[in-house]
């Protein structure tokens, strides 16, 4: 088989997966304090993992995301946001290959 060909197949990224991704991740950027519980409304209720503060949805290999955070004091939280989005965006990229909708911010409270 040469190396241009790929095999038959399909691979299934668990939404987990991208979850736990997105969670590492903006837990690494300077100036995130935690991920905040997501507000709850009947139709987040039943969803896994809402409360860990991070929500994704995949819909046509596009992957959507909402983050939910606590901020550190004395930082800037646009760059803080924007530096989230950019890391988020590189590692699902780079980890496993889909490609990026929206990465929407939401910052619940700055821990003082």
Not at 1 to 6: A, F, G, L, T
Not at 34 to 46: E, G, H, N, Q, Y
Request: glycine residues 4%; proline residues 4%.
């Amino acid at each position: 088989m040469s190396s241009s060909k790929r095999p038959p197949g399909k691979t299934t990224i668990a939404p987990d997966v991208l979850t736990q991704i997105t969670r590492l991740t903006t837990l690494n950027v300077e100036g995130v304090a935690d991920l905040a519980s997501i507000p709850t409304s009947v139709d987040r209720l039943f969803l896994k993992n809402a409360n860990e503060g991070v929500l994704v949805e995949v819909t046509e290999n596009l992957v959507n995301v909402e983050i939910h955070i606590l901020v550190k004091k004395d930082v800037n939280i646009r760059d803080v946001c924007h530096e989230i989005q950019s890391q988020v965006s590189r590692a699902i990229s780079e980890m496993v290959g889909m490609e990026i909708g929206k990465i929407n911010i939401h910052v619940e409270d700055v821990v003082y």
